[in-house]
């Protein structure tokens, strides 16, 4: 399975975005993620969706962002509102579970997100 993240740009603080990872194959079975990483910076969690649709978020990213899958497209969601300029970042999925009999885990090549002022 391949991961393509899109939707990143640059956008004013205060705007939106949403950010999509699409799967060359079927993630039904697995988890999706996304993190982001500014630059300099190391990676940190963003928010989680279960295989089942459970979500969950660090800190920052409650109340303003919103993750949400499409097992019909293979795909898993960011939504991004009232964006800051530290949301800056370089944004990755990944997608990880159960699949078959093995533990699998797939990620994507980042999208930049830039937020100005």
């Known amino acids: 399975v391949q991961l393509q993240a899109s939707g990143g740009g640059l956008v004013q603080v205060g705007g939106s975005l949403r950010l999509s990872c699409t799967a060359s194959g079927n993630i039904d079975s697995l988890n999706g993620i996304w993190y982001r990483q500014p630059s300099g910076k190391q990676r940190e969690f963003v928010a989680g969706i279960t295989a089942g649709g459970s979500t969950n978020y660090e800190e920052f990213a409650e109340g303003r962002f919103t993750i949400s899958r499409d097992n019909a497209k293979n795909t898993v969601y960011l939504q991004l509102n009232n964006l800051k300029l530290e949301d800056t970042a370089v944004y990755l999925c990944?997608?990880?579970?159960?699949?078959?009999?093995?533990?699998?885990?797939?990620w994507g090549k980042g999208t930049q997100l830039t937020v100005s002022s």
């Open positions: 990944n997608v990880a579970g159960i699949s078959g009999r093995a533990h699998v885990q797939y």
